[in-house]
Every structure is written in C-alpha cells, then in structure tokens.
C-alpha cells in the first residue's frame, strides 16, 4: 500500500508561480516512476509530468514544458511540482500518482490507468 498526499496549493493570479509537494509513504518509493495529473471541472484527468526513480528521466505533456518542472527528493520521499507563468486554464485538482510496476526502462504512463496510487488532489485556482 502506498499513501501519497499533495500539498502546496491554493490561489494565485495569472502568471503567478507555486511549487506542489507530494509525501509518499507505505512502501519503498525510490523506485517508483511519479507523475502529476490534472482535472478540471466537468474534464478528464489530464497528464502533466512523470519523473524516473533516479530523477534522471521527466516527461512533460507539450502544454506545459517550459512552465512545469518535476522533480523529486527521495531522501524525503517527495516529488514535487514547479509551476510557472500560471494561467487561468490552469485552474484544477492537482493530483500525484505512482506507478510501481518497476520496469527497468523509463516507459511513463501518460494516461491515468497507468498509475497504481493517487492522492487526494490538492486546488490550483489561477485568477485573471
């Protein structure tokens, strides 16, 4: 069982920065492949970014590269979230999620039946 818990959202006006935090527990988390989703109101949950067990592999969905920088401390068993230049389409549940297959290769998931665990979300509201 994996336990994970986002953190660090809230409201910010457009353009705007926040750092999102993610806490796993449960199990040993090195490993894992993280990634942050998205959903909006009335939306699918949307990929964003996915990070490798070493942090040396990320992928990013186009909408957000150049925005968006994951990464992680496993140290503190911590992913986390940097968002920049925050736009009002940016407002939804922020949600981690880990996939604990183990794959060797780093082979993120971009859809969310890819991904074994999920936090409870935490709100990003981006005010025009």
């Known amino acids: 069982q994996v336990q994970l818990v986002e953190s660090g959202g809230g409201l910010v006006q457009a353009g705007g920065s926040l750092r999102l935090s993610c806490a796993a527990s449960?199990?040993?988390?090195?490993?894992?492949?993280m990634g942050w989703f998205r959903q909006a109101p009335g939306k699918e949950r949307e990929f964003l970014a996915a990070?490798?067990?070493?942090?040396?592999?990320?992928d990013y969905a186009d909408f957000v590269k150049g925005r968006f920088t994951i990464s992680r401390d496993n140290a503190k068993n911590t992913v986390y979230l940097q968002m920049n230049s925050l736009k009002p389409d940016d407002t939804a549940v922020y949600y981690c999620?880990?996939?604990?297959?183990?794959?060797?290769?780093?082979?993120?998931?971009?859809?969310?039946?890819?991904?074994?665990?999920w936090g409870q979300g935490t709100q990003v509201t981006v005010s025009s």
């Open positions: 449960g199990r040993t988390f090195s490993n894992y492949i």
């Open positions: 999620a880990a996939d604990i297959s183990g794959s060797s290769l780093f082979q993120p998931a971009r859809h969310p039946e890819g991904y074994d665990y």
């Open positions: 990070i490798s067990w070493s942090g040396g592999g990320t």
